[in-house]
């Protein structure tokens, strides 16, 4: 699956320690650190929510309908798995204290902090706190040997596999058919595509549907719980085109597509980074570098290119405060050097970065720069001989980190 998204081979040579990890809600757990900027008063109220086997957005959306508001008023710093305990904040609008009262949600613990002035969003996020317990994990000298290595070469900051779906991992291809303007073969993979690993009466029910093309049978056949699969059918079936019916999906959905898209192009460039060179602490003119920036606890600032200033970007990689940066390509990305390479993977796909603007803004992306190296230095890693717990700056994936030490794919 993990060359299925672009993640090829490991940067370390050590032995993997195996072991088995998520086979239940408390094996990950994970917890948000953020800056707050709490006030005295204010028109948001910050929760602080314990959950399990709750994902970001369907909690919010449950809390929303408790309370009796629009889910417009519910925002957070970033998303968390579903399969997990997660602890995390959240900025609710025109609500006070006294309103949580009249709430229970089941496996949740909802804690007010507070009061902002503003709403929580993604730059409040730092980075996460994780505790992941590993069954039948070999140690020996294994962890301390890898994370030697990973100090010296750097710890790769792939895309997890949960960038690019919860089961199917098919959103970097509907977000590439979205580039070429194939709208209607972008519709039908993301409702029907059948993807190895789901459900076998859901993945037979999708095979029909993928041959037939049949939207009536699907919103008879699909599960209640598919409800954007089911919503987009309902779209056609109402005389709707595939485009306009994709259109009606949520903004962040919408995005996403896109985004998994620049994640897997990312993911291939870092891999061929790491056959290449075999380290990612060697920088050359005409690449990027992301700085760290010290707060509560240290985090990835901007990212800039390296020109004259190459001396000191190298001696800052050596002081482990700074990373080689990738493109996460866009419409205004330019590509010089090295990085010429992702017009190569673009072509392969019949894209180029001019098809990163299309007539639709959330189908539309600009460009950034993401770290390679997610600098297991400031990780504070440790390893008890069944869980590690370490800290990760926001963007970077725990199972990512961890497969490095396990040497197996992690989902």
């Not at 005389?239 to 192009?265: C, D, R, V, W």
């Not at 000191?312 to 002081?319: A, M």
């Not at 297991?376 to 717990?389: A, R, V, Y």
Request: with cysteine; proline share 2%.
């Amino acid at each position: 699956m993990e060359e299925k998204v672009g993640i090829e081979g490991y940067i370390t040579s050590t032995v993997g320690m195996g072991g088995e990890i998520k086979n239940e809600p408390e094996d990950f757990y994970v917890e948000e650190i953020a800056e707050l900027n709490l006030a005295e008063e204010g028109d948001y109220l910050i929760i602080r929510v314990k959950k399990k086997n709750w994902d970001t957005l369907n909690f919010a959306r449950i809390l929303s309908n408790m309370l009796g508001i629009s889910q417009k008023r519910v925002s957070f710093a970033g998303t968390k798995d579903k399969r997990a305990v997660t602890v995390q904040y959240y900025a609710i609008k025109g609500v006070k204290t006294e309103d949580l009262e009249k709430i229970s949600i089941r496996d949740a613990k909802i804690e007010a902090v507070g009061y902002a002035r503003r709403q929580i969003q993604l730059g409040d996020l730092l980075g996460n706190f994780f505790r992941v317990r590993v069954y039948e994990c070999r140690n020996g000298e294994i962890f301390e040997n890898t994370k030697e290595e990973l100090r010296e070469k750097g710890t790769p900051n792939f895309f997890g596999l949960q960038r690019f779906g919860s089961v199917r991992f098919i959103t970097h291809e509907v977000g590439k058919l979205i580039l070429q303007g194939n709208y209607e073969e972008a519709f039908w993979v993301y409702v029907a595509k059948p993807f190895e690993g789901e459900n076998a009466e859901v993945r037979k029910i999708r095979e029909e549907l993928w041959n037939t093309r049949d939207a009536r049978y699907g919103l008879r056949e699909l599960p209640k719980h598919l409800r954007y699969e089911r919503s987009l059918l309902q779209k056609l079936r109402e005389g709707k085109s595939e485009e306009e019916a994709l259109l009606s999906l949520p903004k962040n959905l919408k995005m996403m597509f896109i985004h998994a898209y620049q994640s897997y192009i990312f993911n291939r460039l870092l891999s061929e980074r790491i056959r290449s060179f075999g380290t990612l602490k060697e920088v050359m003119e005409g690449d990027y570098a992301c700085y760290l920036t010290f707060r509560a606890k240290p985090t990835f600032a901007d990212c800039s290119e390296i020109g004259v200033n190459k001396a000191r970007v190298r001696y800052l990689i050596g002081e482990r405060v700074a990373s080689l940066a990738l493109p996460l390509v866009g419409y205004n990305t330019e590509l010089r050097g090295w990085y010429k390479l992702a017009e190569d993977f673009l072509a392969e796909d019949n894209i180029d970065l001019a098809s990163f603007k299309t007539e639709h803004k959330e189908f539309s992306s600009s460009g950034s720069y993401r770290p390679a190296d997610m600098l297991i230095e400031i990780s504070e890693i440790s390893f008890d001989g069944q869980t590690f717990s370490f800290y990760l700056p926001k963007g970077c994936y725990a199972t990512v980190m961890l497969r490095e030490f396990l040497k197996k794919e992690l989902s």
